[in-house]
């Protein structure tokens, strides 16, 4: 299933209607290249769980941020680790296993030790400068009403 978006308000959109859907335990993975619109994507989601939107950074120096809201946000930005096994050492996502969202950019830089049940979506630049394509799937046990959520 795929979107496009013709600027970072429309993306911010999208993301708040994935996060009205939210149940809480939801893992969201954000694939692709720098700039391409996954922190904005999160931002969106933060708006629609309740949190401040203005908290959540780009580029980010922390590899977690948790924001509270109607469901706490953990927002986890892999970009900066060195390897999966820097990851496994943290034990990052041990921390994230509550009630919250998990939303989480560059997860393939951890490899297996991030969650394998999530919502992936992978964002695309262009054509025009300010359009984003979006290209969601489910992987392993993933939420599949988050889907239906944007009309899958
Ligand atoms: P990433 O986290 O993937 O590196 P960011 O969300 O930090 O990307 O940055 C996306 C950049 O692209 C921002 O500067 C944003 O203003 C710009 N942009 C332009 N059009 C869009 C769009 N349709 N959706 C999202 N961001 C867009
Ligand atoms: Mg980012």
Same mark, same amino acid.
């Given at each position: 299933?795929?979107?496009?978006?013709?600027?970072?308000?429309?993306?911010?959109?999208?993301?708040?209607?994935?996060?009205?859907?939210?149940?809480?335990?939801?893992?969201?993975?954000?694939?692709?290249?720098?700039?391409?619109?996954?922190?904005?994507?999160?931002?969106?989601?933060?708006?629609?769980?309740?949190?401040?939107?203005?908290?959540?950074?780009?580029?980010?120096?922390?590899?977690?941020?948790?924001?509270?809201?109607?469901?706490?946000?953990?927002?986890?930005?892999?970009?900066?680790? &060195?390897?999966?096994?820097?990851?496994?050492?943290?034990?990052?996502?041990? &921390?994230? &296993?509550?009630?919250?969202?998990?939303?989480? !950019?560059?997860?393939?830089?951890?490899?297996?030790?991030?969650?394998?049940?999530?919502?992936?979506?992978?964002?695309?630049?262009?054509?025009?400068?300010?359009?984003?394509?979006?290209?969601?799937?489910?992987?392993?046990?993933?939420? !599949?009403?988050?889907?239906?959520?944007?009309?899958?």
């Amino acid at each position: 299933m795929t979107r496009r978006t013709a600027s970072p308000e429309e993306t911010e959109a999208l993301g708040e209607a994935l996060a009205a859907a939210c149940r809480g335990g939801e893992v969201i993975r954000l694939s692709g290249d720098l700039g391409a619109g996954k922190t904005c994507l999160s931002r969106g989601i933060a708006r629609g769980l309740g949190a401040d939107p203005a908290q959540v950074a780009s580029p980010t120096f922390t590899l977690l941020n948790i924001y509270p809201g109607r469901l706490p946000m953990y927002h986890v930005d892999l970009y900066r680790i &060195e390897s999966p096994a820097e990851l496994a050492r943290l034990d990052l996502f041990e &921390e994230v &296993e509550g009630p919250g969202v998990t939303v989480v !950019e560059w997860p393939d830089l951890g490899g297996e030790h991030t969650p394998a049940d999530a919502l992936c979506v992978s964002l695309s630049h262009g054509p025009g400068e300010a359009e984003r394509g979006f290209a969601f799937s489910l992987s392993g046990n993933g939420p !599949e009403y988050l889907l239906s959520a944007i009309g899958g």
